[in-house]
């Protein structure tokens, strides 16, 4: 166990204790002492529950398997293939967005699953069983997941950044706010994606139909304007461009795939507040459903 | 304390409980028994705060378990057993559920050795057996060292040693001044554990009443009575003459007479007064499982039929004799009628309806047809089965006695109107 126990305060008498004392029949008083539960208890169930089961170690070692050996791969291709008057005033970190798109399907895998494979396998009623406050669990969650995915991300960004800046020489120096952007923001946005598919693996309640959903979200904006060719349709077409998660990945190395649309921290506003709309569903079904 | 009032729950249209009020004494065990799919999980699942009632409420110490302080302390529950993530090691498993409750992590080790599973601690649990698996829920819901423990059928999938070691474990934890409140399907196993047994048929209560209670109001002694089968009418007369001396008589499938009320040597006084020879006088006590079987025969939701295969088979070569039937097949769908001194409690439902599991009721009464039924007398135009070629498995078409209480007495314990709507689905 890697999380400390908190401390158990032996004062507070719980007053289920003082309502059975007065019942004219027989009670049983447990000698374990009782602690007043809190989202801390929850979250080192969480860490417990997350590092405990095999999914986790597969999606995340194939996270960082795909981020950071494509973008090694990508640095070193580029390197020995482009020219230094080509690379000129590119910025050397966007070029680890490629392994960052296809790895985000494993955050996103993971975050449903935290979810979702507690309804597949009936955990989730002794999960509530043993802790009524839904929302506490649901928060517990999120907070645990959040850390782990933008750890894991954080780290491996941050590993092929600095590979791609050391490799390629003839791009340019990443100032102070790019190197922010390029790895703290778009660790961030990778973690709030896997954080929106643990709220819907939640409202869902099915893996396969969340992660279906999460990956549709990422992919289908982007398909769907490659054949809206209409000219009626050309507003629509820009803002699937504009608002597509692969475009808005590109936003976090200032240059985007298109001229219009989000710019600078953007993003990672809209998918903060997506979330915070997808946490409150989440939560008010929660509350109200069956488990 | 488990107290539940009014509890009703509906799913769409189909009500898997209906207005059940029960209380769960402290310092007993109390079963909780109904057929399959009676309502008896749905009933724990409210209990637990997992599922909301529709209407009604469910409280433990005085509280909806969703308000109940430090409630993972005070109450402990199996619901499934493989509710459980396969992935996940038994030991892990334990240790997610105590630091969500707050609980020491040594106390994992200790249930672990409760249960019997410490070998199997570090293990995943995809692999474990049915009874492994029980073991786990149990070791998850005494991890609290709870007040309040709901076990749903615990000993599913137990070996014999394993049923024992869980029955003395209920009846141990009860003795510790515990609320322990288990469900089953199985009577003989509730009879064995239970102090006090909480029947439901449908989601509606059928009874709630202490084991021993339970006991002398289902198992009364009876004594069977057989007159020669070659002479019809010295049955009649000997019936009529156990009536007058204050006998309630009842007639069996294989046209044996069951008599209760009157002692052994008193009938056969009286059948030596009638002039009516006898062919056995022999004491019986009804067992616990026919009463349940009776109470609940109303209830059932799924019976099973005889394997017809119908229009499958090969017609028959003429002059072949067509396969006798294995006995066995099928459910029964008749099973004795009670004891009519409790006269006041009929247990079985009426069925207005012309349900499949109607029981072809004899010419002379129906179950629950108490002192004032006017058909439970020897009716001398009642038709009288050839005792050659006796029909008892022949459904009496419209069993007269079952159908007409359930519309004239509408103050039967069991409305009747309440079933209706759940059997539109």
């Known amino acids: 166990m890697s999380t400390p126990q908190p401390p158990m305060p032996q004062a507070a008498v719980p007053d289920w204790q003082a309502v059975a004392a007065g019942s004219p029949y027989p009670t049983y008083t447990s000698p374990i002492p009782v602690v007043r539960t809190h989202l801390g208890h929850a979250i080192s169930s969480e860490w417990t529950k997350i590092r405990s089961v095999r999914s986790t170690m597969w999606t995340l070692g194939v996270f960082v398997a795909l981020v950071v050996g494509i973008g090694l791969l990508i640095a070193a291709l580029v390197s020995a293939q482009a020219s230094d008057e080509s690379l000129a005033g590119e910025n050397p970190l966007s070029f680890g967005v490629f392994g960052l798109l296809l790895g985000s399907m494993c955050i996103i895998t993971l975050g449903v699953l935290t979810t979702a494979s507690e309804y597949g396998t009936g955990m989730i009623r002794t999960t509530m069983t043993a802790c009524p406050s839904r929302a506490r669990v649901l928060a517990a969650k999120s907070i645990v997941f959040f850390a782990v995915a933008f750890t894991v991300t954080f780290a491996s960004v941050l590993l092929v950044a600095l590979a791609d800046v050391s490799l390629l020489q003839g791009a340019k120096s990443p100032s102070g706010s790019e190197w922010l952007k390029g790895t703290f923001g778009i660790s961030l946005y990778i973690a709030l994606l896997g954080l929106l598919s643990l709220l819907v693996g939640s409202i869902i309640r099915h893996s396969a139909g969340a992660i279906t959903i999460m990956i549709a979200l990422v992919l289908a904006p982007l398909v769907m304007a490659l054949f809206m060719f209409a000219d009626s349709l050309e507003s629509v077409r820009q803002a699937l461009f504009d608002y597509s998660i692969p475009s808005q990945l590109s936003v976090f190395y200032t240059h985007s795939l298109s001229n219009s649309g989000p710019t600078g921290w953007d993003p990672l506003w809209i998918a903060l507040g997506v979330t915070a709309v997808a946490f409150a569903v989440a939560v008010s079904l929660l509350q109200s459903r069956d488990v | ?425």
């Open chain 2, 1 to 425: 304390m488990i107290e539940a009032v009014g509890l009703t729950k509906r799913y769409g249209d189909k009500t898997a409980v209906y207005n059940l009020s029960f209380q769960v004494r402290p310092g007993a065990v109390t079963g909780f028994l109904g057929p399959n799919g009676s309502g008896k999980s749905t009933t724990m699942r409210m209990i637990l705060g997992l599922d909301n009632p529709t209407s009604g409420q469910v409280t433990i110490a005085g509280h909806p378990y969703a308000k109940l302080p430090n409630a993972p302390r005070q109450v402990g529950a199996l619901l499934d057993a493989k509710a459980v993530h396969g992935g996940r090691s038994a030991r892990n498993h334990l240790l997610s559920l105590a630091q969500l409750s707050g609980i020491p992590a040594r106390r994992v080790d200790e249930v672990l050795g409760v249960v019997g599973l410490q070998d199997v601690a570090k293990k995943r649990s995809k692999g474990f057996s049915l009874g492994m698996g029980q073991r786990l829920g149990i070791a998850a819901a005494l991890l609290g060292d709870p007040q309040v423990l709901l076990f749903d059928e615990p000993v599913n999938g137990l070996d014999p040693e394993g049923i024992l070691w869980v029955r003395n474990l209920m009846k141990a934890l009860a003795a510790e001044g515990r609320t322990v409140f288990v469900s089953s399907h199985l009577m003989s196993e509730m009879a064995l554990t239970a102090d006090h047994l909480i029947v439901i048929g449908r989601g509606q209560l059928l009874s709630d009443m202490s084991i021993g209670d339970f006991i002398s109001a289902n198992s009364a002694d009876f004594a069977r009575v057989r007159t020669p089968d070659t002479e019809p009418q010295l049955r009649e007369k000997l019936t009529s003459a156990l009536t007058e001396a204050g006998g309630h008589v009842l007639p069996e499938q294989d046209g044996a007479l069951r008599v209760t009320g009157l002692a052994l040597p008193r009938i056969s006084d009286i059948a030596h007064d009638s002039d009516v020879r006898l062919w056995e006088l022999s004491p019986h006590q009804a067992s616990l499982e026919e009463a349940y079987m009776r109470m609940t025969q109303g209830a059932v939701d799924f019976r099973s039929t005889a394997d017809q295969k119908e229009g499958l088979t090969q017609p028959l070569p003429p002059g072949a004799q067509p396969p006798m039937p294995v006995p066995g097949q099928g459910q029964p769908g008749w099973y004795a009628p009670p004891s009519p001194q409790q006269g006041g409690r009929p247990f079985a439902m009426p069925h207005p309806y012309g349900a499949p599991g109607q029981p072809p009721a004899g010419p002379y009464g129906a179950p629950g047809a108490a002192q004032p039924n006017p058909y439970a007398q020897p009716a001398p135009q009642a038709p009288q089965a050839p005792q050659g070629a006796p029909a008892p498995q022949a459904p009496a078409p419209a069993a007269p006695a079952a159908a007409p209480p359930a519309q004239s007495a509408p103050a039967a314990p069991a409305p009747s109107d309440l079933t209706k709507p759940e059997d539109v689905r």
